[in-house]
């Protein structure tokens, strides 16, 4: 580590030309080092589900988590803090600085793309799930980046949305998480792409004050990836870092804006300085410099990444199927496309190459082996593009490797380069010097005859040929200039054609390239779908036939992505047709949702059991088959409100107006506060699930009275009445009742606590109300005050069961 006065003298050793050079990226994902002050480069890499590194290369595999959701619902700061240690090794495996997570936006809609990628609807579970994480990753030598700052809720124009939320709301709600963070340590605060109240956040006075001012963040403040627009107004304002480059707004823009007075040179000063400290804190300033990385313990972090996804299970409804017994199961009947092909994680720039996946059908073969029989019948998939080329399906013309060919071209067709690829996902493909055309080429190895989907995805001209048959010719421009689209999920297009059992046809794509439309080339292929009528009778007829049916539906692949937001919640007529089937040819059936987000469950009340899996990262398979055979308790609690129908949501808004304004008129009212204002009920409330037992709520105890600015302590009696032993989160909320002077929400969480015990066991949770969670943002004075007069405390296990109630008097100030 390097000291403050250290930092200075580095820091006079620099020319002005040579301060501003360090402000921009020196690559996509590197800063730019200075030999003569001994600092290397940083390497920044997207997260939070895994560490990527540096390339979109299916060769560089990563361990795959599960979604920021399926954390969140943990409720387990213990956990994440781990699973915050797992990422950081994964992180110095790669050379990796800094990783770009935890994402600390909230669930403001159900209709958010980005869902999965944000931990919940509430500004303090979010925050301390999100130090939690800070916490894990920064314990080990590694960089956490709080993202993105601020109130960056949805996908619809993300680029140039103008947020209009007010001050109060800003600070009680969308800047809390951000606040703890930087409580936590966190090293660099990520500025959105989004306006606030008419400024853009690069260039936002939220930069400066709260956030370096009253809140004291001494690290680095950067953009998101080509989120800086201009030169004065960003390099007046706090931020430090503008990503990526070498190109930019500053450079030598902004050297010349010093050198005019237009821009303060101590502003410069200060933005060196803070990259200065981070390199220092990283290990690539002078002595301090790390070059050891470890050796990755797969066994390990594979076991941690099982424990999380039955940890973040939500059992949502348990009529007496779960857990199954697998010494009275002779035939489990699985049922639909996404048991044997698990979605396991989100779309967009947070995706990594997974080292393996194990969907829920192997999970559950592996854990009935010796006991069961598993029939599995895939019915209707989830809409979307047929999944990319793997070595299941292809292999290279070539040389028969499995996976596929990849081929770079200039104009006039001469090869340029050639590799073997795993996939037909090839985001960032090569470029030498003359590209022209990017080709991924397959034979393939079809099991099934009839009518095949082949998608083909990226921008320019596209063409697509199946043994020198055109299939498609075709040429699209983006409609965005959004950088998720362009580069990581461009749209695809399907046509069909006849494949044979037995045959090898060669199948051939290319993609033309050009300035500002991207290098990706994606090309996928699925084997025709059964008729829904025939996959519906089949899947009856396996339900019927078994002694217990699990029934996995989710949402598609175009669904639940970084670029688009959402704009329905329905799985599709097919799917809920498949379930309500299943569930009437066989009582003992689980429904289990695959997705990332709420969606509408019509027929939740007619299945056995239904478990929500959200994406549950490369162990989906053993840890969810873990839970439905008891072998861990479903450990889930809802991060998030889900509607029985988006109708009663009572926000939904993710499209500005036709000024560019989104305006955020819930105020406070967010998530369950918004649906307690509403006098809804939902689906399932915030903070909603069940164990493998049950719980008694006995006593509620705590003081009297506390003076303004005083934490709260409260204790909750509660006792084990179930079969097994189990762990129960213990949930305690605020509400002011009677007249208020001031506005409050009708009732906010407050605090959290889990508890183990045996059953027929008495266990007693201690929950620490902060000062804050009584507080409120004074718009006249800019400061937090409290109001005085009764505080009622409620306790429970959601927002919506809240069987104790104790009330609290808060004396004048």
Same mark, same amino acid.
């Given at each position: 580590?390097?000291?403050?006065?250290e930092l200075d003298r580095l820091l006079d050793k620099l020319s002005l030309r040579a301060r501003v050079r360090?402000?921009?990226?020196?690559?996509?994902?590197?800063?730019?080092?200075?030999?003569?002050?001994?600092?290397?480069?940083?390497?920044?890499?997207?997260?939070?589900?895994?560490?990527?590194?540096?390339?979109?290369?299916?060769?560089? =595999?990563?361990?795959?988590?599960?979604?920021?959701?399926?954390?969140?619902?943990?409720?387990?700061?213990?956990?994440?803090?781990?699973?915050?240690?797992?990422?950081?090794?994964e992180a110095r495996r790669k050379g990796v600085h800094a990783v770009l997570a935890p994402n600390l936006d909230?669930?403001?809609?159900?209709?958010?793309?980005?869902? /999965?990628?944000?931990?919940?609807?509430?500004?303090?579970?979010?925050?301390?799930?999100?130090?939690?994480?800070?916490?894990?990753?920064?314990?080990?030598?590694?960089?956490?980046?709080?993202?993105?700052?601020?109130?960056?809720?949805?996908?619809?124009?993300?680029?140039?949305?103008?947020?209009?939320?007010?001050?109060?709301?800003?600070? +009680?709600?969308?800047?809390?998480?951000?606040?703890?963070?930087?409580?936590?340590?966190?090293?660099?605060?990520?500025?959105?792409?989004?306006?606030?109240?008419?400024?853009?956040?690069?260039?936002?006075?939220?930069?400066?004050?709260?956030?370096?001012?009253?809140?004291?963040?001494?690290?680095?403040?950067?953009?998101?990836?080509?989120?800086?627009?201009?030169?004065?107004?960003?390099?007046? @304002?706090?931020?430090?870092?503008?990503?990526?480059?070498?190109?930019?707004? !500053?450079? +030598?823009?902004?050297?010349s804006a010093v050198e005019a007075g237009e821009v303060e040179r101590s502003a410069v000063d200060d933005k060196?300085?803070?990259?200065?400290?981070?390199?220092?804190?990283?290990?690539?300033?002078?002595?301090?410099?790390?070059?050891? *990385?470890?050796?990755? *313990?797969?066994?390990?972090?594979? #076991?941690?990444?099982?424990?999380?996804?039955?940890?973040?299970?939500?059992?949502?409804?348990?009529?007496?199927?779960?857990?199954?017994?697998?010494?009275?199961?002779?035939?489990?009947?699985?049922?639909?496309?996404?048991?044997?092909? =698990?979605?396991?994680?989100?779309?967009?720039?947070?995706?990594?190459?997974?080292?393996?996946?194990?969907?829920?059908?192997?999970?559950?073969?592996?854990?009935?082996?010796?006991? @069961?029989?598993?029939?599995?019948?895939?019915?209707?998939?989830?809409?979307?593009?047929?999944? $990319?080329?793997?070595?299941?399906?292809?292999?290279?013309?070539?040389?028969?490797?499995?996976?596929?060919?990849?081929?770079?071209?200039?104009?006039?067709?001469?090869?340029?380069?050639?590799?073997?690829?795993?996939?037909?996902?090839?985001?960032?493909?090569?470029?030498?010097?003359?590209?022209?055309?990017?080709?991924?080429?397959?034979?393939?190895?079809?099991?099934?005859?009839?009518?095949?989907?082949?998608?083909?995805?990226? /921008?320019?001209?596209?063409?697509?040929?199946?043994?020198?048959?055109?299939?498609?010719?075709?040429?699209?421009?983006?409609?965005?200039?959004?950088?998720?689209?362009?580069?990581?999920?461009?749209?695809?297009?399907?046509?069909?054609?006849?494949?044979?059992?037995?045959?090898?046809?060669?199948?051939?794509?290319?993609?033309?390239?050009?300035?500002?439309?991207?290098?990706?080339?994606?090309?996928? #292929?699925?084997?025709?779908?059964?008729? $829904?009528?025939?996959?519906?009778?089949?899947?009856?007829?396996?339900?019927?036939?078994?002694?217990?049916?699990?029934?996995?539906?989710?949402?598609?692949?175009?669904?639940?992505?970084?670029?688009?937001?959402?704009?329905?919640?329905?799985?599709?007529?097919?799917?809920?047709?498949?379930?309500?089937?299943?569930?009437?040819?066989?009582?003992?059936?689980?429904?289990?949702?695959?997705?990332?987000?709420?969606?509408?469950?019509? !027929?939740?009340?007619?299945?056995?059991?239904?478990?929500?899996?959200?994406?549950?990262?490369?162990?989906?398979?053993?840890?969810?088959?873990?839970?439905?055979?008891?072998?861990?308790?479903?450990?889930?609690?809802?991060?998030?409100?889900?509607?029985?129908?988006?109708?009663?949501?009572?926000?939904?808004?993710?499209?500005?107006?036709?000024?560019?304004?989104?305006?955020?008129?819930?105020?406070?009212?967010?998530?369950?506060?918004?649906?307690?204002?509403?006098?809804?009920?939902?689906?399932? !409330?915030?903070?909603?699930?069940?164990?493998?037992?049950?719980?008694?709520?006995?006593?509620?105890?705590?003081?009297?009275?506390?003076?303004?600015?005083?934490?709260?302590?409260?204790?909750?009696?509660?006792?084990?009445?179930?079969? *097994?032993?189990? *762990?129960?989160?213990?949930?305690?909320?605020?509400?002011?009742?009677?007249?208020?002077?001031?506005?409050? $929400?009708?009732?906010?969480?407050?605090?959290?606590?889990?508890?183990?015990?045996?059953?027929?066991?008495?266990?007693?949770?201690?929950?620490?109300?902060?000062?804050?969670?009584?507080?409120? !943002?004074?718009?006249?004075?800019?400061?937090?005050?409290?109001? $005085?007069?009764?505080?009622?405390?409620?306790?429970?296990?959601?927002?919506?069961?809240?069987?104790?109630?104790?009330?609290?008097?808060?004396?004048?100030?």
């Amino acid at each position: 580590m390097t000291d403050e006065d250290e930092l200075d003298r580095l820091l006079d050793k620099l020319s002005l030309r040579a301060r501003v050079r360090l402000l921009t990226g020196a690559t996509v994902w590197r800063t730019a080092a200075e030999t003569d002050l001994g600092l290397g480069e940083l390497v920044l890499s997207d997260g939070p589900a895994g560490v990527r590194g540096e390339g979109w290369d299916e060769r560089e =595999t990563s361990v795959l988590l599960p979604s920021a959701t399926a954390l969140a619902a943990t409720w387990d700061e213990e956990l994440v803090e781990e699973v915050g240690g797992l990422l950081a090794t994964e992180a110095r495996r790669k050379g990796v600085h800094a990783v770009l997570a935890p994402n600390l936006d909230l669930h403001r809609t159900p209709l958010a793309g980005r869902h /999965f990628e944000c931990f919940s609807e509430d500004p303090l579970l979010t925050g301390r799930m999100g130090a939690a994480l800070i916490r894990g990753l920064q314990a080990h030598g590694v960089a956490a980046t709080a993202k993105h700052y601020v109130a960056n809720d949805a996908e619809t124009d993300r680029l140039t949305v103008d947020v209009r939320a007010g001050e109060r709301t800003l600070r +009680e709600v969308h800047l809390a998480p951000f606040e703890a963070a930087v409580a936590a340590g966190v090293r660099l605060v990520m500025a959105g792409y989004n306006r606030v109240e008419g400024t853009t956040m690069t260039a936002h006075a939220l930069l400066t004050d709260p956030l370096k001012t009253e809140w004291g963040f001494d690290g680095v403040v950067v953009s998101d990836w080509g989120a800086v627009r201009d030169t004065l107004d960003t390099a007046r @304002a706090g931020l430090d870092l503008q990503m990526p480059g070498p190109a930019g707004e !500053w450079g +030598e823009a902004l050297v010349s804006a010093v050198e005019a007075g237009e821009v303060e040179r101590s502003a410069v000063d200060d933005k060196v300085r803070r990259l200065l400290r981070l390199a220092a804190w990283c290990g690539v300033l002078g002595r301090s410099r790390r070059t050891a *990385r470890p050796q990755p *313990r797969f066994r390990q972090a594979r #076991a941690l990444a099982r424990r999380a996804v039955a940890a973040g299970a939500v059992l949502l409804a348990n009529h007496d199927v779960l857990p199954l017994d697998p010494a009275r199961l002779r035939t489990v009947a699985v049922i639909g496309a996404p048991a044997a092909r =698990t979605r396991t994680q989100g779309g967009g720039s947070a995706g990594v190459f997974p080292q393996d996946e194990v969907s829920l059908l192997d999970g559950l073969r592996a854990g009935l082996r010796g006991h @069961a029989r598993v029939v599995h019948v895939p019915a209707p998939a989830p809409d979307g593009p047929p999944p $990319p080329l793997d070595p299941h399906l292809a292999s290279d013309p070539r040389t028969g490797t499995p996976g596929v060919l990849l081929r770079v071209l200039d104009a006039s067709g001469t090869e340029l380069l050639a590799e073997h690829r795993r996939a037909g996902r090839q985001l960032e493909p090569p470029l030498p010097s003359g590209a022209h055309t990017v080709e991924i080429s397959a034979r393939l190895h079809p099991r099934t005859s009839g009518a095949w989907r082949i998608g083909l995805a990226g /921008f320019g001209r596209l063409t697509l040929h199946l043994d020198g048959a055109g299939l498609l010719d075709e040429a699209h421009a983006p409609a965005t200039d959004d950088p998720a689209v362009i580069h990581v999920t461009p749209p695809a297009r399907t046509v069909t054609a006849r494949l044979d059992a037995g045959t090898t046809p060669v199948l051939v794509a290319r993609r033309t390239l050009a300035p500002g439309i991207g290098r990706a080339l994606v090309v996928g #292929a699925e084997p025709p779908a059964p008729e $829904p009528a025939a996959a519906l009778a089949a899947a009856t007829r396996a339900a019927a036939g078994a002694d217990a049916a699990v029934v996995v539906v989710g949402t598609g692949e175009q669904h639940e992505s970084e670029g688009r937001d959402r704009t329905h919640l329905a799985l599709g007529a097919h799917q809920d047709a498949l379930v309500t089937a299943v569930a009437r040819a066989n009582a003992r059936t689980v429904a289990v949702v695959n997705s990332g987000g709420p969606v509408e469950l019509p !027929w939740r009340t007619e299945v056995g059991a239904l478990l929500l899996a959200w994406f549950p990262g490369q162990e989906a398979g053993g840890g969810l088959a873990d839970v439905l055979l008891g072998r861990s308790e479903p450990g889930g609690r809802l991060p998030t409100t889900w509607p029985a129908r988006l109708a009663d949501a009572p926000v939904t808004g993710t499209r500005p107006d036709g000024t560019g304004r989104l305006r955020y008129d819930e105020g406070l009212h967010i998530g369950h506060r918004g649906w307690l204002r509403a006098r809804r009920t939902p689906a399932y !409330w915030f903070g909603h699930g069940l164990g493998y037992t049950t719980w008694a709520y006995d006593a509620l105890t705590g003081p009297a009275e506390v003076a303004p600015g005083e934490d709260v302590t409260v204790r909750v009696r509660l006792r084990n009445t179930g079969p *097994r032993d189990g *762990r129960e989160v213990v949930q305690v909320y605020l509400s002011r009742p009677g007249p208020t002077a001031v506005d409050h $929400p009708e009732r906010w969480l407050a605090g959290w606590a889990a508890v183990r015990a045996r059953p027929g066991e008495s266990a007693d949770a201690e929950i620490r109300i902060p000062a804050r969670a009584l507080a409120h !943002w004074d718009t006249g004075t800019r400061a937090w005050g409290t109001e $005085p007069g009764p505080v009622r405390v409620r306790a429970g296990r959601s927002a919506g069961e809240l069987p104790l109630a104790h009330e609290v008097f808060v004396r004048p100030d």
